[in-house]
Protein backbone atom coordinates (compact mmCIF):
# COMPACT_ATOMS: atom_id res chain seq x y z
CA UNK A 1 0.00 0.00 0.00
CA UNK A 2 1.46 3.32 -1.18
CA UNK A 3 -0.10 6.35 1.01
CA UNK A 4 0.54 8.66 -1.47
CA UNK A 5 -2.20 7.19 -3.69
CA UNK A 6 -1.87 9.62 -7.16
CA UNK A 7 -5.29 10.67 -7.48
CA UNK A 8 -5.88 10.43 -11.39
CA UNK A 9 -8.77 10.79 -12.98
CA UNK A 10 -10.03 8.63 -15.90
CA UNK A 11 -12.80 9.15 -18.30
CA UNK A 12 -15.78 6.07 -18.02
CA UNK A 13 -16.78 4.30 -21.06
CA UNK A 14 -18.79 2.53 -22.92
CA UNK A 15 -17.67 -0.84 -21.37
CA UNK A 16 -17.62 1.11 -17.87
CA UNK A 17 -20.39 3.45 -17.33
CA UNK A 18 -20.68 5.40 -14.32
CA UNK A 19 -22.39 3.71 -12.15
CA UNK A 20 -24.29 6.83 -10.48
CA UNK A 21 -26.15 7.91 -13.43
CA UNK A 22 -25.04 4.95 -15.66
CA UNK A 23 -24.06 7.37 -18.88
CA UNK A 24 -20.59 6.54 -20.51
CA UNK A 25 -19.46 10.07 -20.80
CA UNK A 26 -18.16 13.13 -19.08
CA UNK A 27 -17.96 11.12 -15.52
CA UNK A 28 -14.22 10.27 -13.97
CA UNK A 29 -12.93 7.84 -11.43
CA UNK A 30 -9.99 6.91 -9.94
CA UNK A 31 -8.37 3.50 -9.49
CA UNK A 32 -9.04 3.38 -5.45
CA UNK A 33 -12.53 3.81 -6.30
CA UNK A 34 -13.33 7.80 -6.56
CA UNK A 35 -16.28 8.78 -8.89
CA UNK A 36 -16.44 11.97 -9.54
CA UNK A 37 -20.06 12.40 -11.46
CA UNK A 38 -20.98 15.28 -13.63
CA UNK A 39 -24.93 14.57 -13.44
CA UNK A 40 -25.38 13.32 -9.92
CA UNK A 41 -26.11 15.51 -6.79
CA UNK A 42 -27.10 14.62 -3.36
CA UNK A 43 -27.18 11.18 -1.32
CA UNK A 44 -27.01 8.15 -3.66
CA UNK A 45 -27.85 4.87 -1.74
CA UNK A 46 -24.91 2.50 -1.61
CA UNK A 47 -22.13 5.74 -1.79
CA UNK A 48 -20.57 8.27 0.58
CA UNK A 49 -20.58 12.07 -0.80
CA UNK A 50 -16.96 12.90 -0.64
CA UNK A 51 -16.75 16.52 -1.61
CA UNK A 52 -18.52 18.78 -3.78
CA UNK A 53 -16.12 20.69 -6.00
CA UNK A 54 -16.34 24.02 -6.85
CA UNK A 55 -17.55 23.34 -10.51
CA UNK A 56 -20.78 21.64 -8.72
CA UNK A 57 -19.71 18.47 -9.53
CA UNK A 58 -19.77 16.08 -6.58
CA UNK A 59 -17.00 12.99 -5.73
CA UNK A 60 -18.18 9.77 -4.26
CA UNK A 61 -16.86 6.59 -3.12
CA UNK A 62 -18.97 3.54 -2.49
CA UNK A 63 -20.10 3.17 0.65
CA UNK A 64 -19.20 -0.86 0.98
CA UNK A 65 -15.73 0.06 -0.68
CA UNK A 66 -15.69 -2.80 -3.16
CA UNK A 67 -16.62 -1.70 -6.38
CA UNK A 68 -17.44 1.17 -8.68
CA UNK A 69 -20.33 -0.64 -10.37
CA UNK A 70 -22.85 -1.01 -8.00
CA UNK A 71 -25.98 -0.18 -9.25
CA UNK A 72 -27.67 0.91 -6.70
CA UNK A 73 -28.86 4.58 -6.68
CA UNK A 74 -31.77 6.79 -5.22
CA UNK A 75 -34.86 6.61 -7.15
CA UNK A 76 -35.76 10.13 -8.02
CA UNK A 77 -38.79 10.87 -9.37
CA UNK A 78 -37.58 12.97 -12.56
CA UNK A 79 -40.92 14.79 -13.08
CA UNK A 80 -44.57 15.42 -11.93
CA UNK A 81 -47.42 13.82 -13.02
CA UNK A 82 -48.64 17.35 -14.50
CA UNK A 83 -45.32 17.16 -17.10
CA UNK A 84 -45.72 13.17 -17.86
CA UNK A 85 -49.21 14.45 -19.13
CA UNK A 86 -48.07 16.94 -21.13
CA UNK A 87 -44.90 14.77 -22.66
CA UNK A 88 -47.56 12.17 -23.62
CA UNK A 89 -49.69 14.63 -25.98
CA UNK A 90 -46.30 15.66 -27.32
CA UNK A 91 -45.26 12.57 -27.77
CA UNK A 92 -48.41 11.41 -29.53
CA UNK A 93 -48.43 14.86 -31.78
CA UNK A 94 -44.88 13.48 -33.30
CA UNK A 95 -45.48 10.17 -34.39
CA UNK A 96 -46.62 9.90 -37.84
CA UNK A 97 -49.49 7.56 -39.49
CA UNK A 98 -46.71 5.30 -41.09
CA UNK A 99 -44.91 4.63 -37.60
CA UNK A 100 -48.33 3.89 -36.08
CA UNK A 101 -49.38 1.38 -38.88
CA UNK A 102 -46.31 -0.53 -38.95
CA UNK A 103 -46.28 -0.48 -34.90
CA UNK A 104 -49.67 -2.01 -35.24
CA UNK A 105 -48.80 -4.44 -37.35
CA UNK A 106 -46.33 -5.92 -35.71
CA UNK A 107 -48.18 -5.96 -32.48
CA UNK A 108 -51.05 -7.46 -34.79
CA UNK A 109 -53.76 -4.66 -33.30
CA UNK A 110 -55.76 -2.17 -35.05
CA UNK A 111 -54.59 0.97 -35.40
CA UNK A 112 -56.60 2.85 -33.29
CA UNK A 113 -56.04 0.93 -30.60
CA UNK A 114 -52.91 2.53 -30.07
CA UNK A 115 -53.88 5.72 -31.02
CA UNK A 116 -56.78 5.65 -28.07
CA UNK A 117 -53.77 4.95 -26.00
CA UNK A 118 -52.37 7.67 -26.96
CA UNK A 119 -49.23 6.39 -28.14
CA UNK A 120 -46.54 8.22 -29.53
CA UNK A 121 -42.93 8.49 -30.76
CA UNK A 122 -40.10 9.96 -28.78
CA UNK A 123 -36.98 10.63 -31.13
CA UNK A 124 -33.50 9.76 -29.64
CA UNK A 125 -33.27 13.24 -28.18
CA UNK A 126 -36.69 13.01 -26.44
CA UNK A 127 -35.21 9.55 -25.25
CA UNK A 128 -32.10 11.46 -23.70
CA UNK A 129 -34.01 14.51 -22.42
CA UNK A 130 -36.51 12.12 -20.39
CA UNK A 131 -33.96 10.08 -19.09
CA UNK A 132 -35.15 6.89 -20.56
CA UNK A 133 -33.09 4.00 -20.23
CA UNK A 134 -33.43 0.19 -20.92
CA UNK A 135 -31.70 -2.81 -20.31
CA UNK A 136 -28.80 -2.64 -22.43
CA UNK A 137 -29.73 0.93 -23.93
CA UNK A 138 -26.19 1.99 -22.60
CA UNK A 139 -24.28 -0.01 -25.19
CA UNK A 140 -26.76 0.37 -27.90
CA UNK A 141 -28.94 3.33 -27.59
CA UNK A 142 -31.80 3.44 -29.48
CA UNK A 143 -32.52 6.35 -32.05
CA UNK A 144 -36.37 6.43 -31.01
CA UNK A 145 -39.11 4.39 -29.41
CA UNK A 146 -42.84 4.34 -28.93
CA UNK A 147 -44.12 5.87 -26.10
CA UNK A 148 -46.79 4.35 -24.14
CA UNK A 149 -48.60 6.57 -21.35
CA UNK A 150 -49.45 5.28 -18.35
CA UNK A 151 -52.37 6.18 -16.81
CA UNK A 152 -54.14 5.83 -13.21
CA UNK A 153 -57.34 5.43 -12.06
CA UNK A 154 -58.52 8.69 -13.06
CA UNK A 155 -56.87 8.50 -16.19
CA UNK A 156 -54.18 10.80 -15.48
CA UNK A 157 -50.60 9.52 -17.19
CA UNK A 158 -48.55 9.35 -13.89
CA UNK A 159 -45.44 7.59 -16.46
CA UNK A 160 -44.20 6.83 -19.92
CA UNK A 161 -43.02 3.43 -21.16
CA UNK A 162 -41.03 3.08 -24.07
CA UNK A 163 -40.39 0.22 -27.02
CA UNK A 164 -37.83 0.52 -29.08
CA UNK A 165 -38.11 -0.44 -32.82
CA UNK A 166 -36.78 -3.27 -31.97
CA UNK A 167 -38.72 -4.49 -29.09
CA UNK A 168 -36.53 -3.35 -26.47
CA UNK A 169 -38.30 -1.98 -23.24
CA UNK A 170 -36.99 1.60 -21.94
CA UNK A 171 -38.83 3.81 -18.83
CA UNK A 172 -37.62 7.18 -17.35
CA UNK A 173 -35.53 7.03 -14.73
CA UNK A 174 -37.38 7.25 -11.55
CA UNK A 175 -40.57 5.40 -13.19
CA UNK A 176 -41.11 2.02 -12.90
CA UNK A 177 -42.82 0.96 -16.14
CA UNK A 178 -41.99 -2.69 -16.74
ZN1 LIG B 1 -22.05 10.04 -13.72
Not at 53 to 64: G, N
Request: hydrophobic fraction near 35%; charge should be positive.
Amino acid sequence: MTTATKKQWKPFSRAKVCPLCEKPDRCLYTDDGAIRCFRTTGEVAGHRIVKTCSDHTVIYRPDDGNETTKRSRTVQPATNPLEWGKEAARLAAAITPQQLDALAARLQLPTFALTAIDCGWASRADLKRLKVFGKDWDQDYPDGAYSFPERDGHLRVIGIGFRAVDGRKGCPKGCDVA
